[in-house]
């Protein structure tokens, strides 16, 4: 039975609601932020911080607008209230930045004593609190906070009549101090305030607002010797750049604008143009003109756009380039540039303006937050590469994000550091990614025709060099030999010298042995490195078969183990011998299939497909091509291939086998891909016919077609580590991203070519024309 | 009797299933749903045969065009009740669409004891322990809807039914399928039954009112 109804109020220790305060302001830097960004949601234009060598103390003052009674006893006193969580634009149509209730524990972090003067258009406030006053075991409700009116200016409590630093004072007074604003005196600060702090806070507060954004803000942080042309924070910029990528995300689109400043062809432009092969509209890129790109999210791989609109600026900065690289991509003189990511940081995320530490941090763990350095770590290839992509490297990239609270999943961490992980963030991530990726592709675009131009010219070069001495060394003997016959009498007849009076020269049969020798053996290394780059390729596209028929070869395997253990069962337990025997029949014909799948991977790197000769391509194919025949009839695909009888090419047999496996394993993919409807039908063609002095395959499936990825530019799959990932979720995608690639490698080895262009123009279904050694091999 | 229903689109080794089950547990029967085109037709399937706990294969792609994993969720969009578990021949951790958690996901190689191997035994048998609890939950659920189902035909019939007339409607659809109530003629199921149930007891008041008058 019930008696005595009361109610017990919950409370907290004074102490745990402190810590909860510095759990989230843990450092000096964050504190400061807190601080300004108060300054800015107040409406303030103005926002000075100074720290006093001689009294140990640091003054803090804004003209903001100050808070009211109502607001300092509901607000500003509730640990955990905000007024910025409902309405957060203020009256001049900022938007405020803070939201949790808990910056105010920046000041506690800062020091044991803050006594602060608020002044709003109701009058002035004064608040006194010591924050010592929640050690001990008192509870929160029994620390209290003085508060006065006071008719006191902003200036008078400050007393900035009597700071040290009057060369920064006279400045500040230029601004309107006489109305309404906060000022805060911290006494007992909890942090040395020398130069390396100052120092260290310099450099946080001028990457504190992204440059050329904030208009009408300005921050001043000084000590008693800081000098005036110091103590007005300037946002950190990037004045030279090597690339700018500028990008907006809006509703369902990424537009890009690309920007190239790296290349200085020093007056030889027309000739460069012309033999490297940039088009017209490359040149006029090359020339300053912005390459504008756009894409919607479903052709980046997204299924929709989680987080709202966002942009940002992206620079590409060289630190450093060798003489080599300097003459061979034609790079502009960055000579005695610095590492500006120590300056500005890397890639910064800006909320509303505001910074969100601590991503581009330089030195912190979240400098490098898109993983760009592992990136580049996976793929390390040089920017003339022509198989590999080049990645661009963590410092080399700097830039600003900036996002806004309007912005959804994409919510502060409650301790200030950060955003939330989840998929708000992963997908700012990718998004971000991608605009990365698209300006390395661009610049490798340039490196790669700049890099082939390089290299005939060099070969050009060396010939020329060497015909050059030559010349001059025929000259030479030449004068030589004339001046000795003038030195001889003509008319008498003379014993011929021992030795001829030639220049001192090889036996050139030697040297033709020589040069034939070396140039073999040349060969045979090369040759030796090629079959080794073969067999690598043929022990991957093994691999791509076998991990896409795990399936179909785990359930054989399952079956023939379920068979037996049936038949197993149907003796010793119903001496059912006849039912056994039809689980053992049934054992061996799943055993037979086996032998299809072996076909298809281990017999590929048999020792005689390892060896290039002469091959008719229909009788090459023949077995392979029944064998999967028998594979895709199994998983109710029909196979229609057609081969000209008279195709000879020299050629490796697993070569030409690689690239059908990889085609087939793509196609069964796609036909086994969900969707939201059943696929009509399992169809593959592949006809295969002479083309000039070799062969073309076209091949089509009747498949889902390449994702909206792909659509717009399908090239991009024959990229390595390119894979039909959507990235919405965080299933793995289950290619390997080296299937495509290698076809391309060994097409491109046979001088070929592969068009997909037809990918283009269908909605569902892959088609791919690949020709082979028709320009010989 | 459980009736443990197995769908797969290659069916080809359900009898070794039925017969392995059968051997280890005689309260558990594993009955085919085939013949089916879609979801659907594989949801009337479960009603029609009056399942009690579902064996789905996860690569249906082929011949349904879907996924095991994608069919659960379909089913128990519409049976919340109804326990379903993925039966695979690829690695249970490749299946990564998070539609179906980790501990309802089998290897098909459980049926596989390689001859009374003593683990492998242990492991079906604990496997064949999961399905008969699974089927017994559903047994005992159903029993309790169709209390709720009799205390809410009950208001109908009051004309009280008001906002839980969807409640009555669900419960009607799983009961009536798997036979445990009676079919009610169709214009009682209609929202306006209760209306004009009310008004004919209104009139019938009324006359009898008239009636005591006269």
């Not at chain 1, 300092?72 to 209730?101: C, D, E, F, P």
């Not at chain 1, 003796?571 to 076909?599: C, T």
């Not at chain 1, 030409?656 to 063609?685: C, G, P, T, Y």
């Not at chain 1, 024959?718 to 076809?743: A, Q, R």
Request: aromatic share 10%; hydrophobic share 35%.
């Amino acid at each position: 039975m019930r008696k005595r109804v009361r109610e017990i109020e919950f409370d907290v220790d004074a102490y745990t609601a402190r810590l909860i305060g510095r759990e989230n302001v843990s450092k000096l830097e964050g504190a400061v932020l807190e601080i300004v960004k108060n300054a800015y949601d107040a409406d303030a234009n103005v926002c000075c911080l100074y720290y006093s060598n001689t009294e140990e103390c640091v003054y803090i003052m804004d003209n903001g607008c100050g808070m009211k009674e109502e607001v300092l006893r509901t607000h500003w006193m509730t640990i955990g209230n905000s007024s910025k969580k409902s309405s957060y634009v203020t009256k001049n149509g900022r938007i405020q930045t803070g939201a949790k209730g808990i910056g105010r524990f920046a000041l506690d972090r800062m020091s044991d004593e803050c006594d602060m003067l608020t002044i709003s258009e109701e009058g002035g406030l004064e608040w006194i609190v010591d924050w010592r006053d929640f050690d001990g075991s008192k509870r929160i409700s029994e620390v209290k906070a003085k508060v006065y009116d006071t008719d006191a200016s902003l200036l008078e409590h400050v007393g900035i009549r009597i700071w040290r630093n009057q060369a920064v004072v006279s400045e500040i007074e230029k601004y309107n101090f006489s109305g309404t604003g906060t000022a805060f005196r911290l006494n007992h600060l909890h942090d040395v305030w020398d130069e390396r702090t100052m120092k260290r806070l310099r450099n946080h507060l001028e990457n504190l607002l992204p440059p050329d954004v904030i208009q009408n803000f300005c921050i001043w942080f000084f000590d008693d010797v800081t000098s005036v042309e110091e103590a007005l924070i300037t946002s950190a910029n990037v004045e030279s750049y090597d690339y700018r990528v500028d990008f907006q995300v809006t509703g369902n689109l990424v537009d890009i604008q690309i920007i190239r400043n790296e290349f200085d062809f020093r007056g030889e432009e027309q000739e460069v143009y012309t033999e490297a092969g940039f088009d017209e509209e490359e040149q006029a890129y090359l020339q300053g003109e912005k390459k504008k790109e756009s894409f919607n999210m479903e052709e980046i791989g997204e299924k929709e756009n989680f987080i709202g609109d966002f942009e940002g600026i992206l620079y590409f900065y060289k630190i450093d380039a060798d003489k080599k690289n300097r003459e061979r991509f034609y790079y502009k003189d960055i000579t005695g540039r610095a590492n500006l990511a120590k300056k500005f940081g890397g890639i910064k995320l800006y909320r509303d303006q505001f910074r969100v530490r601590p991503y581009g941090e330089y030195g912190d763990n979240d400098f490098d937050w898109l993983e760009l350095s592992a990136r580049r770590n996976r793929s390390p290839a040089g920017l003339g590469k022509e198989h590999g992509n080049w990645r661009v490297g963590s410092e080399q990239m700097l830039g600003t994000v900036s996002i806004s609270r309007e912005n959804t999943n994409l919510e502060d961490a409650a301790n200030r550091n950060g955003i939330q992980e989840g998929k708000g963030f992963s997908q700012l991530k990718r998004i971000l990614l991608f605009v990365i990726s698209e300006f390395e592709r661009d610049r490798q675009s340039v490196g790669r025709k700049l890099a082939r131009y390089a290299d005939k010219k060099n070969q050009l070069a060396a010939d020329l060099e060497r015909m050059r001495q030559l010349a001059e060394e025929r000259k030479r003997w030449e004068e030589e030999e004339s001046v000795r016959r003038r030195q001889e009498k003509p008319t008498e007849a003379k014993e011929p010298p021992l030795k001829p009076n030639l220049p001192p020269s090889a036996n050139p049969e030697d040297v033709v042995k020589l040069v034939s020798n070396m140039e073999q053996k040349q060969e045979e290394e090369l040759e030796e490195l090629r079959n080794e780059n073969k067999m690598l390729q043929t022990l991957a596209t093994t691999g791509i078969i076998t991990n896409m028929f795990m399936h179909e070869i785990r359930t054989s395997t399952n079956n023939i183990g379920l068979e037996l253990n049936a038949a197993y069962e149907a003796i010793e337990y119903d001496n059912d011998v006849a039912y056994a025997l039809q689980n053992i029949l049934r054992a061996i014909r799943v055993k037979k299939n086996f032998a299809s799948w072996f076909g298809i991977t281990i017999e590929s790197i048999k020792k005689d497909k390892r060896k290039r000769r002469k091959h008719n391509i229909r009788t090459m194919l023949e077995q392979y091509m029944n064998t999967w025949n028998d594979i895709l009839d199994k998983s109710g695909t029909d196979l229609i291939y057609e081969c000209d009888s008279n195709i000879e090419l020299w050629c490796f047999e697993f070569d030409v086998e690689n690239i059908i496996s990889n085609l087939i394993a793509n196609s069964l993919a796609s036909f086994d891909q969900e969707m939201d409807r059943r696929l009509e039908k399992r169809e593959i063609n592949l006809n295969i016919y002479r083309f000039e002095s070799g062969l073309s395959m076209d091949y089509r499936d009747s498949g889902w077609g390449l994702i909206p990825k792909y659509k717009k530019r399908p090239e991009l799959i024959l990229e390595p580590f390119e894979s039909g990932h959507h990235f919405d979720g965080e299933d793995e995608d289950d290619g390997t991203g080296m299937g495509m690639w290698i076809v391309n490698r060994t097409i491109s080895e046979y001088n070929g070519a592969i068009d997909l262009s037809e990918n283009q123009r269908t909605e569902t279904g892959f088609y791919a024309k690949i020709i082979l050694g028709g320009r010989n091999v | 009797m459980y009736r443990v229903g197995y769908i797969d689109d290659e069916p080809t080794e359900f009898e070794i299933y039925r017969r392995s089950l059968q051997r280890r547990c005689k309260e558990l029967e594993l009955v085919l749903i085939d013949d089916c085109e879609s979801k659907q037709d594989i949801l009337d399937k479960i009603y029609e045969k009056q399942i009690d706990v579902l064996l789905i294969d996860y690569k249906m792609v082929k011949n349904y065009g879907f996924n095991g994993t994608t069919l659960i969720n379909y089913i128990n969009d519409s049976m919340r009740d109804i326990q379903c578990f993925i039966m695979t021949a690829v690695d249970t951790e490749q299946i990564t669409d998070g539609l179906v958690a980790k501990r309802d996901k089998y290897s098909k190689n459980i049926f596989d004891t390689e001859a009374a191997d003593q683990k492998k035994e242990a492991e079906l048998r604990d496997f064949i322990q999961v399905l008969l609890e699974s089927s017994k939950v559903f047994q005992t659920r159903r029993q309790q809807k169709l209390e709720r189902y009799r205390e809410l035909l009950e208001k109908k019939y009051q004309g009280e039914l008001g906002a839980d007339e969807e409640e009555f409607l669900e419960l009607y659809k799983v009961l009536s399928s798997y036979g445990m109530v009676e079919k009610l003629p169709k214009n009682m199921l209609d929202s306006k039954f209760e209306e004009r149930l009310q008004r004919i007891l209104e009139l019938g008041n009324a006359i009898i009112a008239e009636h005591e008058m006269e």
